[in-house]
């Protein structure tokens, strides 16, 4: 059972918008950053987007990240097959003095 | 170029322990605090334990604490971690990620060493 609640999985059709929800609470999401990672089959996770709604260079600004109250959001549009992965958020919780991670979004592109 | 690479993984029976070491290069490695994450065989991602930059503070998962010890050594740029009493759900991969700002979240990651507990 994971601190942060994300959905299982989604999915949308080429060149159309998604967006991955994150839920949590006022010790983790509602008072730090979040992140927000990409992890390709058999690859290590890698950083999209950080702070909320910053991304690292080389991240197109086809990923965007919002957060309000004590849940987080990740949009993702013009899909591309490329996207298919599996997608988390993190966070810090300072109750837990603990990175907390959500449990996993897997994102398919029909 | 920021780098870090694992090594240390492998086969080890249920009681046994493991080092694990991480190698990090391109970044000056005593500013930044640092992780342990795991992720079991098509599970999510596990935050394991994190050490500030000159090993102050130093966090654990319930799941490990009292088995597992991180540690660092900023003239070798080098991340440790001593893991004891292994399980069978210890299997995972294990990776090394910098820590953004030291209490945040990881930014950057290895590519990660399989650690397999089975007898």
């Known amino acids: 059972q994971s601190v942060l609640t994300q959905p299982p999985s989604v999915s949308a059709a080429p060149g159309q918008k998604v967006t991955i929800s994150c839920s949590g609470s006022s010790s983790n999401i509602g008072n730090n950053y979040v992140s927000w990672y990409l992890q390709l089959p058999g690859t290590a996770p890698k950083l999209l987007i950080y702070?909320?709604?910053k991304r690292p260079s080389g991240i197109p600004d086809r990923f965007s990240g919002s957060k309000s109250g004590t849940s987080a959001t990740l949009g993702i549009t013009g899909l591309q097959t490329g996207d298919e992965a599996d997608y988390y958020c993190g966070t810090w919780d300072s109750s837990l003095s603990a990175v907390v991670f959500g449990g996993g979004t897997k994102l398919t592109v029909l | 170029e920021v780098q870090l690479v694992e090594s240390g993984g492998g086969l080890v029976k249920p009681g046994g322990s493991l080092r694990l070491s991480c190698a990090a290069s391109g970044f000056s490695f005593s500013d930044y605090s640092m992780n342990w994450v795991r992720q079991a065989p098509g599970k999510g991602l596990e935050w394991v334990s994190s050490?500030?930059?000159?090993?102050?503070?130093?966090y654990y998962a319930d799941s490990v604490k009292g088995r597992f010890t991180i540690s660092r050594d900023n003239a070798k740029n080098s991340l440790y971690l001593q893991m004891n009493s292994l399980r069978a759900e210890d299997t995972a991969v294990y990776y090394c990620a910098r820590d953004l700002r030291g209490g945040s979240y990881p930014d950057y990651w290895g590519q990660g060493t399989l650690v397999t507990v089975s007898s």
């Open positions: 702070d909320n709604n």
């Open positions: 050490i500030s930059t000159s090993s102050s503070y130093i």
